[in-house]
């Protein structure tokens, strides 16, 4: 059985930050990337960042050079730190596994919300 469990969302006011993190448990085969997606109220799933085996990264526009993801591979977790967290960044944030064999593996979620 494969788990992953999201943990660090909660209320921030705007410019605040915030570090979410997502720890992977059960037998889970060769990892090709961890990512963080992302719901806002309203709107479908969006992607936020990725890191791969190799450690290349990616975000998408309106987070970067506010959020950094990053991973342990000896706890096989990541994380996502938040700064400069904005309104619009208010949304219910997933982990995300995806492995070497093309299985996808998803959490439950963390709420975020971004209001003074």
């Known amino acids: 059985q494969v788990q992953l469990v999201e943990s660090g969302g909660g209320l921030v006011q705007p410019g605040g930050s915030l570090r979410l993190s997502c720890v992977a448990s059960g037998s889970i085969s060769s990892i090709y990337a961890m990512a963080w997606y992302r719901r806002a109220p309203g709107k479908q799933r969006e992607f936020v960042a990725d890191?791969?085996?190799?450690?290349?990264?990616d975000y998408a526009d309106n987070v970067k050079g506010r959020f950094t993801i990053s991973r342990d591979d000896a706890k096989i977790t990541v994380y996502l730190q938040m700064n400069s967290l904005k309104p619009e960044d208010t949304a219910v944030y997933y982990c995300?596994?995806?492995?070497?064999?093309?299985?996808?593996?998803w959490g439950k979620g963390t709420l975020v919300t971004v209001s003074s």
């Open positions: 995300n596994v995806q492995t070497q064999i093309g299985v996808n593996y």
């Open positions: 890191i791969t085996n190799g450690g290349n990264t």
